[in-house]
């Protein structure tokens, strides 16, 4: 069974950093690429980004809301994935999900999802 | 603002078929394939459905997908009171170059 459990969520001031952890089981997770999508509360879903496996070089893409504040990494001899969040704002404030990144047919999409972690960015 | 548009909601009685419609442009659905997510209240999201019209194993044939141009729509037929949720649509964006979501629409099974 493919499980992904999230971690490291918490409160954080405006302009500090946080570490989600994203642990993977019952799946070849070094074969996989992942990726990172979040929901404010009440909103929509808004993709972080994605980290490819190491047939992919390890490749990263990012949305601009993100891009250059936010790093995904990856640690297959851990099976686990992180998402580092630096430089953090109010609106950075929601559930973040990982998901296994699968691709068939030209497309990607999430394929399995964690349960996610609340991130709360407030003085 | 999402950059697919869905409907904010949908309804429908046990035993109807209801469509979601989701448009977008040439840079993403115009040139990609489609996803499709169901999400149950206080549940994270599910794939429902895969590029335009491929059903994950362990969803039923009720749901179905298909694209259109610029546009996709998600069928639900048979309703059942267990298929209210969230529903969002999903596709690559070449010119963003990364994954773009509608909006999602709230189906209410009255």
């Known amino acids: 069974e493919v499980q992904l459990v999230e971690s490291g969520g918490g409160l954080v001031q405006p302009g500090g950093s946080l570490k989600l952890s994203c642990a993977a089981s019952?799946?070849?997770?070094?074969?996989?690429?992942m990726q990172w999508v979040r929901q404010a509360s009440g909103k929509g879903l808004e993709w972080v980004g994605r980290i490819g496996s190491k047939t992919d070089s390890y490749a990263t893409t990012y949305a601009a809301s993100v891009k250059g504040r936010f790093t995904i990494s990856r640690d297959d001899s851990k099976n686990t994935a992180y998402l580092q969040m630096n430089s953090l704002k109010t609106e950075d404030t929601a559930v973040y999900y990982c998901?296994?990144?699968?691709?068939?047919?030209?497309?990607?999409?999430?394929?399995?999802w964690g349960q996610g972690a609340l991130v709360t960015v407030s003085s | 603002q999402s950059v697919l548009t869905q409907p904010p909601s949908a309804s429908g009685t046990p035993g109807q078929r209801v469509t979601i419609s989701c448009s977008g442009s040439s840079s993403n659905i115009g040139s990609n394939p489609v996803n499709w997510y169901q999400q149950l209240p206080g549940t994270a999201p599910k794939l429902l459905i895969y590029t335009n019209n491929q059903r994950p194993s362990g969803v039923p044939d009720r749901f179905s997908g298909s694209k259109s141009g610029t546009s996709a729509s998600l069928a639900i037929s048979g309703l059942q009171s267990e298929d209210e949720a969230d529903y969002y649509c999903a596709a690559w964006d070449d010119s963003l170059n990364g994954v773009v979501f509608g909006g999602g629409t709230k189906l209410t099974v009255l």
């Open positions: 998901s296994r990144r699968d691709c068939s047919g030209g497309s990607c999409y999430s394929a399995f």
């Open positions: 019952g799946f070849i997770f070094s074969g996989s690429a």
